[in-house]
């Protein structure tokens, strides 16, 4: 049984360019989040997906942004990249089903710099 | 302003010894506390967890306990094993956050053989 699946595992960006990245949820899942996490950083919450609408957002700028797809699958839109966006960016799915997220499943991560 | 603190960012332990990692936290609507293990190139993975009407939830050498007087949860691992060298995240979230965890810095625990 496949986890939770991000693409691409790396990415190098330029300063100003924009950044999609991808993420399939574990299966049985519903509901994607995403998280960022600096050098020496806790993840920190961006947003949550559930039913294609996102669900719930923290302290980050309109810059990033996502979607979800009729598969649960996910993505997330940087726009006008800085060097402080750099960072190892998570997703996370868990099932709506369940309040009490020891359901989260993460993986491994896209790690983006930009340079 | 951080609400979840883990003011040790490095552990070093011996193996067979206990390992107890820190945390505290700020909020007092957090109701549910999580604690997850990162190893290098992997997404973090669920350890485990305490509800605030709990003070204390083992599972196995892993045992949670919370102090919710003075907002302080800790994570003891007994004995500590070389495997368990990772870097530990502590997580709390309530119902009015949608129970979305916010995360700590993370302990990095080093179990030397």
């Known amino acids: 049984d496949a986890g939770v699946t991000q693409s691409p595992t790396h990415l190098i960006k330029t300063r100003g360019q924009q950044v999609t990245l991808r993420c399939s949820p574990k299966s049985g899942h519903d509901t994607v989040s995403w998280y960022q996490q600096a050098l020496g950083q806790g993840p920190q919450f961006i947003f949550q997906y559930y039913e294609e609408e996102e669900r719930q957002r923290g302290n980050f700028p309109d810059r990033f942004s996502g979607h979800q797809f009729p598969n649960y699958s996910s993505e997330l839109n940087v726009n006008a990249l800085l060097l402080g966006d750099s960072a190892l960016y998570l997703c996370a799915s868990s099932s709506s089903g369940r309040i009490t997220n020891y359901g989260y499943t993460f993986g491994s991560g896209t790690r983006l710099t930009v340079v | 302003d951080q609400q979840v603190k883990q003011n040790s960012p490095s552990l070093s332990v011996q193996e067979g010894r206990i390992s107890i990692l820190n945390c505290d936290y700020t909020n007092s609507m957090f109701d549910y506390f999580l604690w997850y293990k990162k190893y290098p190139a992997e997404g973090p993975t669920f350890l485990i967890s305490?509800?605030?009407?709990?003070d204390k939830n083992e599972d196995g050498r892993f045992t949670v306990f919370l102090n919710k007087s003075a907002k302080h949860l800790s994570l003891h691992i007994v004995p500590s094993q070389p495997g368990d060298s990772a870097v530990y995240f502590c997580a709390a979230s309530d119902r009015g956050g949608s129970y979305i965890p916010t995360f700590g810095r993370g302990t990095s625990l080093i179990v030397h053989p």
């Open positions: 305490i509800s605030s009407i709990k």
